[in-house]
């Protein structure tokens, strides 16, 4: 079993900046990607940006390329999200995710069942 806890996220201007972090603990040995994914009421749940925990190859979502920066620092089991120039589009509830991936990193696509979730953590953009 895999638990993920996110910390972080809030409120902020247009513009503004903030940080999610995602904690993993348990049987790390069963996942190799973190991804990060943001749904807000009504819509479906989209990828945002995703890191390999062994190579640390990132993807990124085009509406967050250049704005978002993922990483990941394994001695801690954690992986950030660092967003800047945040838009009220960017509103949504964050979600960290735990998946297997055994392709081709170039051919990386994010896909909404993976493996483990965490809770949640609600980002608010206002303009």
């Known amino acids: 079993v895999v638990q993920l806890v996110e910390f972080g996220g809030g409120s902020v201007q247009d513009g503004g900046s903030l940080s999610l972090s995602c904690h993993a603990s348990?049987?790390?040995?069963?996942?190799?990607?973190i991804v990060w994914f943001r749904q807000t009421p009504g819509k479906e749940r989209e990828g945002v940006a995703a890191?390999?925990?062994?190579?640390?190859?990132?993807h990124y979502h085009n509406s967050v390329k250049g704005r978002f920066t993922i990483s990941r620092d394994n001695t801690k089991n954690t992986v950030s999200l660092i967003m800047n120039n945040l838009k009220p589009e960017d509103t949504a509830m964050y979600y960290c995710?735990?998946?297997?991936?055994?392709?081709?990193?170039?051919?990386?696509?994010?896909?909404?069942?993976?493996?483990?979730w965490g809770r949640g953590t609600q980002v608010t953009v206002s303009s």
């Open positions: 890191i390999s925990t062994k190579s640390g190859n990132t």
């Open positions: 995710a735990a998946d297997r991936y055994q392709g081709d990193w170039a051919h990386f696509s994010f896909r909404a069942d993976a493996i483990y």
């Open positions: 348990g049987y790390t040995e069963n996942f190799n990607v």
